[in-house]
């Protein structure tokens, strides 16, 4: 059986300052790869970085705004100096906390295209600026994060199920498009999970959807660690194009 190979890969992880962010890069740098911590937050990046640097493990807080080209290209020429390249790239950065749940009809134009913004249009750029040194590097994969509401439909809460809807079908072309430089694009998409932001966005985020899977239970942001590391490790080598959900079975009660 192959192994996940990740020992010293070259990882980058948007939206690593919390969160489900920093448990991915907390995972990768145990799993032996150097991770690139990269947030809008830059201090909090750096936290991060810290934090897995005195573990032994190799790591850089570099500060990116995914919305902005040249911001990524930045991350991307700054990477190509640390390392001369990348291998994976998890495209986590999306704006979740602080969103407010209301009718579709009632949510403000500006709100929806900030989520558009982020969730979407961030994706496809870290996407375009980091695959070049992917190609260079003879191959890599991209691990972009979706949500498990694509699929339940999430009531009163559009903008966020809309813009990761998208990021599912960009990822199926992007793995189409990808493949013959060997760089495979899967998602994954969390359930929820008790992270910082969920506890300030619903209030009952501790008890919130216990009963609702198969597994009876509050997910936990390292829960959806292995997820990610599986989809970009070589035990996914030939998988691309797909979503794993990890929501603890509630898609099917």
């Given at each position: 059986m192959?192994?996940?190979?990740?020992?010293?890969?070259?990882?980058?992880?948007?939206?690593?300052?919390?969160?489900?962010?920093?448990?991915?890069?907390?995972?990768?740098?145990?799993s032996?790869?150097?991770?690139?911590?990269a947030?809008?937050?830059?201090?909090?990046?750096a936290?991060?970085?810290?934090?897995?640097?005195?573990?032994?493990?190799?790591a850089?807080?570099?500060?990116?705004?995914?919305?902005?080209?040249?911001?990524?290209k930045?991350?991307?020429?700054?990477?190509?100096s640390?390392?001369?390249?990348?291998?994976?790239l998890?495209?986590?950065?999306?704006?979740?906390?602080?969103l407010?749940?209301?009718?579709?009809e009632?949510?403000?134009e500006g709100?929806w295209?900030?989520?558009?913004?982020?969730?979407?249009?961030?994706v496809?750029?870290?996407?375009?600026a980091?695959?070049?040194?992917?190609?260079q590097?003879?191959?890599?994969?991209?691990?972009?994060?979706?949500?498990?509401?694509?699929?339940?439909?999430?009531?009163?809460?559009m903008?966020?199920?809309?813009?990761?809807?998208?990021v599912?079908?960009?990822?199926?072309?992007?793995?189409?498009?990808?493949?013959?430089?060997?760089?495979?694009?899967?998602?994954?998409?969390?359930?929820?999970?008790?992270?910082?932001?969920?506890?300030?966005l619903?209030?009952?985020?501790a008890?919130?959807?216990?009963?609702?899977?198969a597994?009876?239970r509050?997910a936990?942001?390292?829960?959806m660690?292995?997820?990610?590391i599986?989809?970009a490790?070589?035990?996914?080598?030939?998988?691309?194009?797909?979503t794993?959900?990890?929501?603890?079975?509630?898609?099917f009660i």
């Amino acid at each position: 059986m192959a192994e996940l190979g990740l020992t010293g890969k070259r990882v980058v992880v948007t939206g690593a300052a919390g969160g489900l962010g920093r448990a991915f890069a907390e995972g990768f740098a145990a799993s032996g790869a150097r991770v690139a911590v990269a947030d809008i937050n830059a201090d909090g990046a750096a936290q991060t970085a810290a934090q897995i640097t005195a573990t032994g493990q190799e790591a850089h807080g570099l500060d990116v705004d995914v919305t902005r080209a040249k911001s990524c290209k930045a991350l991307a020429d700054r990477v190509q100096s640390l390392w001369g390249g990348v291998d994976i790239l998890v495209n986590n950065a999306a704006i979740y906390a602080g969103l407010e749940r209301k009718p579709f009809e009632d949510i403000d134009e500006g709100v929806w295209d900030k989520v558009m913004a982020v969730n979407v249009k961030g994706v496809w750029q870290m996407s375009r600026a980091l695959t070049p040194l992917m190609r260079q590097a003879g191959g890599g994969a991209i691990v972009n994060v979706a949500s498990a509401t694509v699929f339940s439909g999430s009531p009163m809460w559009m903008h966020y199920v809309a813009s990761k809807g998208a990021v599912i079908a960009m990822t199926r072309s992007m793995a189409r498009e990808l493949g013959d430089d060997g760089i495979r694009a899967n998602v994954l998409a969390p359930g929820f999970t008790l992270t910082e932001a969920s506890l300030d966005l619903i209030e009952d985020a501790a008890s919130y959807g216990v009963t609702r899977g198969a597994l009876k239970r509050s997910a936990s942001a390292e829960d959806m660690v292995g997820g990610a590391i599986y989809l970009a490790s070589d035990l996914a080598g030939f998988v691309t194009g797909q979503t794993l959900v990890v929501d603890g079975g509630r898609q099917f009660i």
